[in-house]
């Protein structure tokens, strides 16, 4: 199985490169995982519950990091066992750089490549790709849910949206007041709508 993919992210380079190196971070986002622990350098034992299809499994397994590049990149291997259900092993490559437009935030690339034995590897490739791929979107939902929550909503959309919302309500608000604009007009639709009915 091979994916790739990329994600704009609502936080600075170094804030998700901080965040993708935290152990109870990554726990907390990747789908069904309950244990993401550090026991050597560089080196994560990782415990996760996988479903594919008709197939769940416990998965345990470890987690490496090579060619770190703060706050740039690195590569990670990993390997877990789901017992009956089968094997998984693989590697995968992160990089995060600035946003090409000079807005907000940053940018994430990331490419999988895995291979899976056993049970799970019967089921199928438009299965695996389908659960591989619902799994990265819940991660990056849940990624950027924790960020907002740690760092604030990104700061180019939140005064954006809201303040001409509230100007246009206040001034419409002023209008009725005054008995122009809108509530006016909808008198005089409804007086309209009266007169061919009677």
């Known amino acids: 199985m091979e994916m790739?993919?990329?994600?704009?992210?609502?936080?600075?380079?170094?804030?998700?490169?901080?965040?993708?190196n935290d152990p109870e971070t990554l726990k907390k986002c990747i789908p069904g995982c309950d244990k993401f622990e550090l026991t050597g350098e560089n080196q994560y034992t990782v415990a996760l519950a996988v479903?594919?299809?008709?197939?769940?499994?416990k998965f345990n397994g470890k987690v490496s990091l090579a060619d770190i590049a703060p706050p740039d990149s690195y590569k990670l291997s990993f390997?877990?066992?789901?017992?009956?259900?089968?094997?998984?092993?693989?590697?995968s490559?992160?990089?995060?750089?600035?946003?090409?437009?000079?807005?907000?935030?940053?940018e994430l690339d990331y490419t999988v490549q895995a291979q899976v034995g056993g049970k799970?590897?019967?089921?199928?490739?438009?299965?695996?790709?389908?659960a591989a791929k619902s799994t990265a979107?819940?991660?990056?939902?849940?990624?950027?849910?924790?960020?907002?929550?740690?760092?604030?909503?990104?700061?180019a959309e939140a005064p954006a949206e809201e303040a001409p919302a509230e100007k246009t309500g206040a001034v419409a608000g002023?209008?009725?007041?005054?008995?122009?604009g809108r509530k006016s007009d909808k008198a005089a639709d409804e007086k309209t709508d009266e007169k061919p009915g009677e």
Do not use: H
């Open 93 to 106: 490559s992160v990089s995060l750089k600035p946003v090409a437009d000079g807005g907000e935030g940053c």
């Open 174 to 180: 002023f209008m009725q007041k005054l008995g122009i």
């Open 120 to 130: 799970i590897a019967q089921l199928g490739q438009r299965l695996i790709d389908g």
């Open 4 to 20: 790739l993919g990329n994600r704009r992210l609502g936080v600075t380079q170094q804030q998700a490169w901080e965040a993708l």
């Open 51 to 57: 479903k594919i299809g008709p197939v769940s499994a």
């Open 137 to 155: 979107d819940d991660f990056f939902k849940r990624f950027e849910a924790e960020m907002q929550s740690r760092y604030g909503p990104p700061p």
């Open 79 to 91: 390997e877990g066992q789901g017992g009956v259900a089968g094997f998984a092993k693989g590697a």
